[in-house]
């Protein structure tokens, strides 16, 4: 399913949509975090004509994604987050890796692979140059949810 859509003007913005800042705006910073809803900090980032969102916090260890580089791999375009350098599909949040075929033959031959779904996107929507943030609701639990827990905030608010 698409994550980014822009709808006709005349449509008004998903029922389950939340204003998350103006398309120049956003455009012009590059990218905007939002506590979205009172209850998820979202990272949101133009990139090449396309807007993508997703848990700010890193799955691995909650780093700080709004810093982190956009750079493709094996043709996917992936946010690198500053902290230990995962790589991110910003589409579909997949955690991608290098994998070695075989450790014992030199040169090492690596294949970048998949470690599927980790970090939560959501879908985004532009109305009237408005965009929206649908946050994903899906049941199944992603790596990247637990920086999003109160424990979670909580540890943060002690350090
Ligand atoms: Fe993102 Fe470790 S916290 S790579």
């Known amino acids: ?14 029922p389950s949509s939340h204003f998350v800042g103006k398309r120049d705006d956003i455009i012009r910073r590059g990218r905007v975090t939002k506590l979205v809803n009172g209850c998820r900090d979202v990272l949101v980032v133009y990139h090449h004509g ?7 916090r890193c799955y691995h260890a909650g780093g700080a994604l709004e ?18 350098k995962y790589k991110i599909t910003l589409v579909e949040g997949e955690g991608l890796y290098q994998a070695v075929d ?7 031959i690596t294949h970048w692979r998949s470690k599927g779904v980790k970090q939560r996107v959501h879908k985004v929507t532009e109305v009237n140059e408005d965009i929206y943030v649908t946050l994903n609701d899906s049941r199944e639990t992603i790596e990247s ?5 109160d424990t979670y905030r909580s540890n943060l608010r002690i350090q």
């Open 1 to 14: 399913e698409k994550t980014w859509q822009i709808s006709s003007s005349s449509v008004p913005p998903p």
């Open 50 to 56: 396309e807007f993508h969102a997703m848990d700010m």
């Open 67 to 84: 810093l982190g580089d956009i750079e493709e791999f094996n043709g996917r375009v992936c946010i690198v987050c500053p902290w230990h």
């Open 102 to 108: 075989n450790p014992t033959v030199k040169p090492l």
């Open 145 to 149: 949810d637990y920086y999003q827990t």
